[in-house]
């Protein structure tokens, strides 16, 4: 455009000035050129020394797949063909709004007539000791990459304060460079204003196995230095991390400082209205330093619809900006993330659910959750394949009516399009017969259709015969819609699943865990495609049971997965208050552990002690704030948990055998005792008891237990799968052994086998029951069995020994029990 | 503005997916209300009040997936966002405007102060 061709002859021109040589500013210029080129007489002041380029940009420029010089988006000639006065490298200080004059920092003085603010934003800098080092950097503009390639040139560490897309962007860019790179992310989930945690997981190991550490929830508490010169950070939890430089990419905030002082309307942005002008009419404002109806934008594509809107309203044809819906991406090379819209699962504002619908293939690395509010796509959030991100975004922002092409949404548009392809199973039955079904066995269509006619007339039956999804499962979907087009109404049912958030079955899970070396909940939600972004009450306590019993030496429990009774190490009742059993090893107890319980039942008030069925005392009506206290107290007597509140061995109960009754035929009491101290600690799939009584007259109910040794003459008898519970049961026999350590080795080999087989929060007797006691006899019969099963429990207890309450009473998690603060009305303050 | 908030503390403070409670007392310190803090698993905050409406069970201590919270006592699910009971189960707790800012929780004062049900302004 020459600005010759569309001046006005004659007529002065109303002066246009403009702060910020940005991305806003310059396209806002460049729009209103295109409507009206003659109208305004331009000048641009830029506090960078430079043209103008595309910001977005600088990422590929560190990551060194681009040059400055492509990058830039206006040339110099650009300035000088549209007569444009470019004033760079000086920054506009004050704003004269009386006079209509803006005065910059060389002193230069412009008039306007119109002025346009367009100052972006400012990185924000977390204001800890040591931010202000030598060598602390933000990523904002080419002198901050220029920054990050001179440190990288040196090689060395580089440590990026925050894990959103521009500290992932800036970390990329110096790995590539050759820098070891660590990232610090203050919140749980790497992006988690656009990613959820399914999501975040996958991009979180994606970035490690690059060689990136990522650390999530951790916090910076200081960066260190020596002479000047950043050498470290700090974290909150005293890991100290070498760094040779420091970026902070932790937020931005809209560049304001100027509109304030001039004294316009300014809340978190500078106030404009739909025609972007601010609370003086001579003044507009476009780009990230804006706030519009109550929203501030960090993304380009809303900046391009400002922009369009002031040039539409200064050229006298108003249209008006109504507001923009967003989706980013990640610019790192070989990682697909889409992400837009509002994926909280908030329900609308006449009260309308949300749905999501999830797919997940992991052995492509695929997650896609696409969120359905009141049949219109509110949200999604794509991470592996995001070729149909723009077409979700597409419908999301027409509010286009989904529920026609809802079933078969998350297939994508290619499935999703034509009303005939919309039904899945339509989508299916057009398949042809070689189309691959199943990627991981290589099973096609056909294969699947005739094995279904063959009598494979259920899920399982198809996974047994001829393979399809019996591997990663992603095509469970697709073989059900096979079954039932195949065979009509006549598909069996399948086994329960583990929860409504998966196709598995406890069994499938357990199995897997071990086959695919499953190792953390999120990643056996990712693997086995579980349907909800983070699980259920029904399925986080299980997958952590799973696998910790899998998993013994390496996993680290998940607390958030526990019910409330494992998590506080107590029994929760119905007041809120909890119950305190400490354990006493085979029932016994002595006057130093009487006493410290008494002492405890004073000092803290407890309304009622009581022995148990097990043979315990249990303090009743502690609160969860002292708990660790009383625990330091009881500990103090020698005393450990109890477990009286754990999917765990609860208690050894004994008779007191021949050391004192004159029916005893062996030491009940001392085999009960080093039961205990065998078995305490271990967590199961539901709670365990044991018994040993001292002679058939069996006065410890050692028939009614889940484990009961019942001694005789000739040894020791010992029983299974007993209940006496809502439906009580008798013990069956498993086998008669000689010896104590014998008995020992086959509670432990029992305990063992239930604790990997038995499903969760299934006790020893429906076990039993579902497998069978010939089943379980057979198993412990195997050749060496006993002693591999005893030995695998033996080995895995020596983690699970350690007295959940000591640590507890030393101030671990302690904010598990205490209030976060306390609010007193009087004052109407909070005190920690 | 910022008067009608009140600072609770520093947002760290909670661990993604679990709940912290805040006590409110009346002028002669007994405790008058119990609210619950939440962090969902993604790092959105909410405030509830710490009531289960089935049988009053301490919700901050269930189990937190999504935004819900199943209680502790008889496993009701409850929404943070809105308080109310899903699925068959119908109650609702009252809610608790929540804003983070610069890493510190606010709740809206007037929902504090005022007790049980309805928020009155102070
Ligand atoms: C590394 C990086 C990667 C990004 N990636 C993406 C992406 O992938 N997708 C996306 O949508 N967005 C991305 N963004 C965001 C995008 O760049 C911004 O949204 C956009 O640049 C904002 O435009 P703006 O004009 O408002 O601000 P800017 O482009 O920052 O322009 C403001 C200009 O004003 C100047 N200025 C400020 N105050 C004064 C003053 N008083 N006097 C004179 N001049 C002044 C500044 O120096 C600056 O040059 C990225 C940003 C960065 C930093
Ligand atoms: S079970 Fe037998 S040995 Fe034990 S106390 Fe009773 S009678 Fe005595
Ligand atoms: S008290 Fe919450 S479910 Fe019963």
């Known amino acids: ?832 | 503005m910022i008067g009608d908030w009140l600072d609770i503390g520093s947002a760290q403070q909670i661990e993604a997916g679990t709940a912290r409670t805040l006590p409110v007392e009346d002028a002669s310190g007994a405790k008058v209300r119990e609210i619950a803090v939440f962090r969902t698993m993604r790092g959105e905050f909410f405030a509830i009040e710490n009531t289960c409406p089935h049988r009053q069970g301490p919700l901050s201590q269930g189990i937190v997936h999504g935004d819900v919270v199943t209680c502790p006592l008889h496993n009701w699910n409850i929404s943070l966002r809105t308080g109310m009971a899903l699925g068959g189960d119908e109650g609702c707790v009252p809610t608790i405007p929540l804003r983070v800012d610069a890493g510190r929780l606010y709740l809206l004062r007037s929902a504090v102060i005022g007790s049980g049900n309805q928020a009155e302004a102070a």
């Not at chain 1, 119109?114 to 931010?131: C, H, R």
């Not at chain 1, 100027?258 to 025609?275: N, Q, S, T, W, Y």
């Not at chain 1, 005392?617 to 500990?635: M, Q, R, S, T, Y």
């Not at chain 1, 101030?811 to 598990?816: C, F, I, M, N």
Request: proline residues 4%.
């Open chain 1, 1 to 832: 455009m020459n600005f010759a061709n569309g001046g006005l002859p004659g007529g002065k021109r109303e002066k246009l000035v403009v702060i910020g040589n940005g991305m806003a500013g310059c396209r806002a210029v460049e729009e209103i050129l295109a409507r009206d080129p003659g109208r305004f007489e331009v000048t641009i002041f830029g506090a960078e020394p430079r043209v103008n380029y595309n910001r977005i940009m600088l990422s590929p420029v560190l990551a060194g797949e681009k040059t400055f010089d492509e990058i830039v988006i206006n040339t110099s000639e650009w300035y000088a063909d549209n007569g444009i006065t470019l004033v760079s490298g000086d920054r506009v200080d004050h704003i004269d709004r009386a006079n209509q004059t803006v005065v910059a920092a060389s002193g230069r003085t412009e008039p306007y007539d119109k002025l346009l603010i367009a100052t972006g934003s400012e990185p924000f800098i977390i204001p800890v000791p040591g931010k202000d080092l030598e060598g602390v950097v933000t990523f904002r503009d080419l002198d901050d990459v220029d920054r990050m390639l001179a440190a990288a040139d040196k090689g060395g560490n580089a440590v990026v304060i925050g894990g959103g897309l521009l500290g992932l962007e800036a970390a990329h860019g110096l790995s590539l460079r050759g820098m070891k790179v660590t990232v610090i992310h203050l919140m749980p989930t790497l992006m988690e204003r656009q990613l959820d945690e399914a999501a975040g997981y996958l991009l979180k190991t994606e970035l490690e196995s690059r060689g990136q550490t990522i650390l999530t929830g951790a916090n910076t508490k200081e960066v260190l230095g020596k002479q000047g010169k950043v050498t470290g950070v700090l974290l909150e939890d005293g890991t100290e991390i070498p760094a040779d430089i420091v970026v902070m990419a932790v937020g931005i905030r809209p560049s304001t400082g100027l509109a304030k002082a001039a004294g316009l309307d300014v809340e978190r942005g500078i106030l404009v209205d739909d025609h972007m002008v601010t609370s003086d009419p001579a003044i507009l404002s476009v780009g990230e330093c804006v706030q519009h109806r109550g929203l501030c934008y960090g993304l380009v594509a809303p900046l391009w619809e400002m922009c369009r809107a002031l040039a539409d309203h200064v050229t006298d044809r108003p249209t008006g900006y109504a507001g923009s819906v967003t989706s980013t991406k990640l610019k790192v090379s070989g990682i697909d993330l889409f992400s837009a819209g509002d994926f909280s699962g908030a329900p609308g504002p006449d009260g309308e659910p949300c749905e999501d619908i999830v797919m997940r293939d992991a052995s492509r690395g695929i997650y896609k959750r696409v969120i359905v509010q009141g049949n219109k796509v509110v949200g999604a959030v794509l991470y592996g394949d995001t070729a149909d991100g723009s077409w979700y975004f597409d419908l999301l922002k027409k509010g286009e009516d989904v529920s026609d092409i809802r079933e078969a949404l998350i297939f994508g548009q290619a499935f999703a399009s034509g009303g005939a392809l919309a039904d899945p199973n339509a989508a299916v039955a057009a398949l042809s017969d070689d189309a691959e079904i199943c990627g991981c066995n290589g099973v096609s269509k056909g294969q699947v259709v005739s094995c279904i006619n063959d009598g494979s007339h259920s899920l399982d039956a198809v996974r047994s015969t001829c393979k399809a999804s019996a591997s990663c499962g992603s095509c469970t979907g697709l073989v059900e819609s096979l079954l039932s087009l195949t065979l009509g109404g006549e598909v069996e049912s399948g086994p329960k699943t583990l929860c409504k958030c998966t196709s598995f079955t406890h069994d499938d899970v357990r199995a897997l865990i071990l086959e695919k070396e499953l190792k953390l909940i999120p990643q056996v939600m990712q693997e086995l495609h579980w349907s909800t972004p983070d699980g259920c009450a029904s399925c986080r306590p299980a997958l952590n049971y799973y696998l910790l019993c899998a998993w013994p030496d390496e996993y680290e429990d998940d607390q958030k997965s526990r019910f409330v009774n494992e998590r506080m190490h107590a029994n929760i009742q119905k007041d809120g208050t909890y119950s305190v059993v400490p354990r006493m090893w085979g029932g016994l107890t002595n006057p130093r552990e009487l006493r410290a319980i008494a002492d405890v039942v004073e000092k803290y008030d407890a309304p009622m002690v009581k022995v148990t069925g097990g043979q315990r005392l249990d303090i009743f009506g502690i609160k969860k704030e002292d708990l660790p206290a009383v625990w330091a107290d009881l500990n103090a007597a020698g005393m450990v948990s109890g477990h009286a509140y754990g999917k765990s061995l609860r208690t050894v109960k004994t008779c007191v055998g021949s050391e004192w009754c004159r029916f005893g035929t062996q030491d009940s009491t001392g085999l009960g005792v080093q039961i205990e101290r065998m078995t305490w600690g271990s967590w199961m799939p539901h709670k365990f008891k044991i018994a040993v009584s001292g002679c058939p007259r069996n006065c410890a109910e050692a028939t009614i237990k889940d484990f009961g040794v019942v001694c005789v003459d000739s040894g020791y008898e010992l029983h299974i799968a007993g209940n006496g519970g809502i439906k009580v049961r008798a013990t069956d026999l498993l086998c008669k052994v000689e010896t104590e350590q014998e008995a020992l080795d086959v509670c432990a080999a029992f305990i063992q086998l239930y604790r990997e087989e038995a499903h969760y929060l299934e006790r020893t007797a429906p076990w039993v029951e579902r497998v069978g006691l010939q089943y379980v006899k057979d198993r412990l019969a195997e050749d060496g069995a006993i002693a591999t099963y005893a030995a695998a429990f033996r080995y895995s207890q020596q983690f699970m020994q350690d007295d959940p309450w000591a640590r507890r009473a030393e101030g671990e998690r302690s904010d598990l029990h205490q209030h976060i603060a306390t609010v007193r009305p009087m004052e109407m303050e909070t005190v920690s």
